[in-house]
């Protein structure tokens, strides 16, 4: 199914906006729900944050960027708040290290909570009470808070995904539900044509700075896979060596394989019955239909080129996905893994189940320019030493979706939802 036009804007009346608001905010706690206090303070590695941690920094945003410069006489809820809450915004002042954040037993899982309805309740009435020209100044910050919100609830499922991996009871985020079992679709490789085309967001939709501005690329022909390759496929190139063949991986990642880092996907384990990984839903053996998730770009890269191919440019990736609708394994399904595909004809599962790496280095596109202040730290500060990932999990939101995301992350890193597609030049 295609969508003529995929900049289609949304709703962004008052009341669409607030309701909007309301929706995420009870997502991210419905996601905190179940767990435990114990569960919402303990950090599993540097990389991960405290459920406790993200639920208050979300909030820490909205206060610092939207009540206390634009609502007259609001309060900070706790001026200690902005130490402790703030991740990397050097304009707003000095944090608490990354690294650290699980021993911030106080304030307490309540507190957070009470902390969170504060907010909450003073961002109604902001958005009540601001008047039509006011809240066309605000639109725009209050887009960027709950995007950015959405993108903690990924982060929330896969820190806890983390955490209780490490844990020896290998304890259930949530009841592992059962799908009905596919056979992978045999994969096919769909062309496309060289030439001079543009990429990057363009229009009235919301979009991070990143993804602009629009611009001009070259390509040459290239053909695309139908679908992520599967832990099926995964499982034949660890049958035939490849995490033991040194000509299929870069330096750096074969140091990480030679240091034991790498043996097979983040969360696998290999017991008599054969190898099981650990997800949301608990132990259980891997699908052989369904995507690989939570291998790194090295690994990746290291697939590709024991399968003869590549991983696409985020050009090809966004040039191909273009007019598809934005579909798929979302966090809305509550699978919360990837699942195997009944394919048709043409692309599959390009948004949803697994984020998808490519080979393009997270850069600056041409006459990209980071909003003055603060925000400004958002995204532009870290386009350096990253790679660029593509389409969305079974992690992400659906409506935080769309063609021209640029995901980012270090290439050594594997607790994200990822996975991967190959390319080939045509």
């Known amino acids: 199914m295609r969508l003529k036009d995929m900049d289609r804007p949304r709703d962004v009346s008052r009341a669409a906006t607030q309701a909007r608001f309301h929706v995420v905010r009870r997502l991210t706690e419905d996601l905190a729900h179940d767990l435990h206090p114990e569960d919402q303070t303990v950090q599993s590695m540097p990389d991960c944050s405290p459920t406790k941690w993200h639920l208050a920094h979300v909030s820490w945003f909205f206060e610092t960027f939207i009540l206390a410069p634009h609502l007259p006489g609001y309060a900070v809820a706790d001026p200690r708040f902005a130490f402790l809450f703030n991740s990397y915004y050097e304009a707003a002042g000095p944090r608490h290290a990354r690294f650290a954040r699980g021993l911030i037993t106080r304030p307490t899982v309540e507190e957070v909570a009470g902390y969170r309805a504060r907010v909450t309740a003073a961002m109604d009435g902001l958005l009540s009470r601001a008047d039509d020209g006011a809240f066309e100044r605000l639109a725009p910050l209050l887009e960027i808070g709950i995007n950015h919100e959405q993108q903690h609830q990924e982060l929330i499922l896969m820190d806890i995904l983390n955490l209780f991996a490490a844990n020896p009871l290998r304890p259930a985020y949530s009841p592992f539900r059962a799908h009905a079992a596919r056979i992978a679709a045999p994969v096919s490789f769909h062309e496309f044509p060289g030439g001079i085309f543009e990429i990057g967001h363009d229009g009235p939709a919301f979009a991070y700075d990143n993804e602009s501005p629009r611009h001009a690329v070259l390509l040459r022909p290239y053909r695309l896979a139908s679908r992520p390759v599967t832990n099926g496929e995964w499982l034949a190139f660890m049958d035939d060596?490849?995490?033991?063949?040194?000509?299929?991986?870069?330096?750096?990642?074969?140091?990480?394989?030679?240091?034991?880092?790498?043996?097979?996907?983040?969360?696998?384990?290999?017991?008599?019955?054969?190898?099981?990984?650990?997800?949301?839903?608990?132990?259980?053996?891997?699908?052989?239909?369904?995507?690989?998730?939570?291998?790194?770009?090295?690994?990746?890269?290291?697939?590709?080129?024991?399968?003869?191919?590549?991983?696409?440019?985020?050009?090809?990736?966004?040039?191909?996905?273009?007019?598809?609708?934005?579909?798929?394994?979302?966090?809305?399904?509550?699978a919360l893994r990837p699942l195997a595909a009944d394919h048709g004809e043409g692309l599959g599962q390009l948004f949803g189940d697994v984020w998808e790496w490519t080979e393009s280095p997270y850069v600056a596109y041409p006459g990209y320019r980071p909003a003055p202040g603060a925000i400004g730290e958002y995204n532009g500060k870290f386009m350096s030493g990253q790679m660029v990932l593509r389409g969305g999990s079974c992690a992400t939101p659906a409506d935080h979706a769309r063609a021209t995301y640029r995901n980012f992350f270090y290439p050594h890193q594997r607790w994200p939802f990822a996975g991967l597609r190959l390319a080939e030049d045509a």
């Open 241 to 334: 060596g490849g995490y033991r063949r040194p000509e299929l991986w870069l330096a750096d990642g074969w140091a990480r394989v030679k240091a034991g880092e790498y043996e097979a996907p983040l969360y696998w384990e290999k017991d008599e019955a054969g190898w099981q990984a650990m997800s949301l839903g608990g132990m259980h053996a891997p699908d052989p239909a369904a995507p690989v998730v939570h291998v790194s770009y090295f690994e990746a890269d290291a697939y590709a080129r024991w399968a003869g191919r590549r991983l696409p440019s985020e050009a090809e990736w966004e040039l191909a996905a273009r007019g598809h609708r934005v579909a798929g394994n979302f966090l809305e399904s509550g």
